[in-house]
């Protein structure tokens, strides 16, 4: 789990750095006299705009690293169906489930698919899962990143001061009505004061440094293996 901890740690010095930057512009401390042209709303507001980019980059990196560094760790180490707890053992059937799964799938790929999970399950083969079993699908905010720990088994505590998370809704809205092109950068940027992105950039942080130390008990302590 340090792996995702680290790149958490990196991609949250980039932020700040940018922040930083884009404080100096508002500020018009940084301006020299052949960078005046910069220097205007519609280009401010599109900065401000990017820094929400990169606050919900930072949401679903930091969520799905963390996710796919404990599969990696079941396979790694060889666990099988019947060692983990139940909610892994749900989700590996789901994804072994939809391999397959189509309304117009012919009734023999279904019996084929269900012989080879039980055949799988029997023979203790060691279980596999990627990306596709999270069920995130750029569309994280605090709830959904709750739903994807309570169906690992995660628990976790975040800090009060970052309210539970309720900033990362805003920034999953404004991260898709940019990314559908329903808004542009201008339009995005001009709700925001240098302030707003300030408190919605640290509310995050607080937010996901609570997951990732339930993320890190659950993988340090192996709390994905059944208590029985």
């Not at 100096?24 to 507001?45: A, M």
């Amino acid at each position: 789990m340090q792996a995702i901890i680290d790149t958490f740690n990196e991609r949250v010095g980039e932020i700040e750095l940018y922040y930083d930057a884009l404080k100096s512009l508002y500020d018009n401390k940084s301006l020299q006299n052949n960078d005046q042209k910069y220097y205007n709303d519609d280009f401010l507001k599109i900065l401000k705009s990017n820094a929400l980019l990169m606050i919900y980059n930072l949401v679903e990196s930091t969520v799905m690293g963390g996710i796919l560094e404990i599969y990696d760790e079941l396979q790694q180490h060889g666990i099988t169906y019947q060692q983990v707890r139940q909610e892994i053992q749900n989700i590996w059937f789901t994804f072994k489930f939809n391999e397959v799964y189509d309304k117009k799938a012919h009734y023999n790929s279904y019996r084929e698919k269900a012989a080879n999970i039980i055949s799988s399950i029997l023979k203790g083969e060691t279980l596999v899962l990627d990306r596709k079993a999270t069920n995130v699908s750029g569309n994280l905010d605090a709830d959904k990143i709750r739903q994807v720990c309570n169906e690992h088994g995660i628990t976790y505590q975040v800090n009060p001061d970052c309210r539970g998370g309720i900033v990362l809704n805003d920034v999953k809205e404004k991260r898709n009505n940019l990314a559908h092109g329903t808004q542009s950068f201008v339009e995005c940027g001009r709700d925001y004061t240098v302030d707003d992105l300030v408190k919605i950039k640290d509310q995050t942080i607080l937010f996901l440094q609570g997951i990732l130390d339930g993320m890190k008990d659950y993988s340090d302590h192996q709390l994905y293996l059944s208590i029985t």
